[in-house]
């Protein structure tokens, strides 16, 4: 884990508790996870879980749920709902799980594996923890979407102005958010998950943005009234590269 990475998410504990779930990047790529995830039974381990969230929804489709995050102070909120449905927290790092091999019937991701240090460790973390016919679900950046891209670009534009106008260094930086480590494109994705030794048995877009940077944070409602409306555009090829997150179903290869 990061150290960086923790302090951001210590910082933004009370965000996650209080507003995460009203987010539409929040109802967009649960509304995935769990479309790809189907009913089922056994256990789900939620890793980079916050305060849970997804919780009751994957216990109403007939798992039981673990959430599991580096920040105790995230979990630490989800207590209630754990209690309510009789749920487990753990306080772990995605990249040395403490479970044994073949535990878990389903592992969930969502938006935490662009924050590992070492990606193909937390891959493989995951597979060793599936048992047999287990799937991992993950939510990820997409980074080849044209709203990454600006983000990005825009990023730079700032560090080279400030470096400019002040004379001094600003910091360049190689991704399109601060701690977000990797921001590759689907393809690398489905590379790194190979690479781990799965399959990618579905995919998809969502979370669709279609303002760049600046606009986008000039007039934020207006961003996202528009990208609400557009997100069925992420069910469409030409136009999925609207989606600013992807989803992947993964099995054993
Ligand atoms: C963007 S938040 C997503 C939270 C939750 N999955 C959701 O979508 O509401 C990322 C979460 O991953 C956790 N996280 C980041 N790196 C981690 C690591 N190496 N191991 C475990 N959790 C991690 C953070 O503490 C944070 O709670």
Redesign the pocket.
């Known amino acids: 884990?990061?150290p960086e990475?923790?302090a951001?998410?210590?910082a933004?504990?009370e965000y996650?508790h209080k507003e995460?779930?009203l987010s539409r990047?929040?109802r967009a790529?649960?509304a995935k996870l769990l479309a790809l995830l189907g009913q089922g039974s056994g256990v789900v381990l939620?890793?980079?879980?916050?305060?849970?969230?997804?919780g009751p929804a994957i216990v109403s489709l007939g798992y039981d749920y673990i959430a599991?995050?580096?920040?105790l102070e995230?979990l630490r909120g989800a207590s209630g709902i754990l209690l309510e449905h009789r749920a487990a927290m753990v306080v772990?790092?995605?990249?040395a799980l403490p479970f044994a091999d073949r535990s878990f019937a389903a592992v969930?991701?969502?938006?935490?594996l662009?924050?590992?240090?070492n990606l193909s460790q937390?891959l493989v973390e995951i597979n060793r923890v599936l048992a047999p016919g287990g799937v991992a679900i993950v939510?990820v950046p997409h980074g080849s979407a044209p709203y990454r891209r600006s983000c990005y670009a825009w990023r730079r534009l700032k560090a080279a102005a400030k470096r400019l106008l002040l004379r001094r260094e600003g910091e360049p930086s190689a991704s399109v958010s601060g701690t977000m480590k990797y921001v590759p494109t689907p393809r690398r994705w489905r590379e790194e998950a190979a690479k781990a030794g799965f399959d990618v048995a579905a995919d998809g877009f969502c979370n669709c943005q279609v303002l760049p940077e600046p606009l986008a944070s000039l007039s934020p409602g207006f961003a996202q009234r528009l990208g609400a409306v557009m997100e069925p555009a992420c069910l469409v090829r030409p136009m999925r590269a609207l989606g600013t997150q992807y989803v992947m179903k993964l099995v054993r290869a």
């Open positions: 884990m990061r990475v923790v951001e998410f210590r933004a504990t996650y995460r779930h990047s929040f790529q649960s939620d890793i980079g879980a916050g305060p849970a969230l997804l599991m995050d580096m920040v995230m772990a790092d995605a990249e969930t991701a969502m938006g935490v662009e924050y590992m240090s937390a939510t």
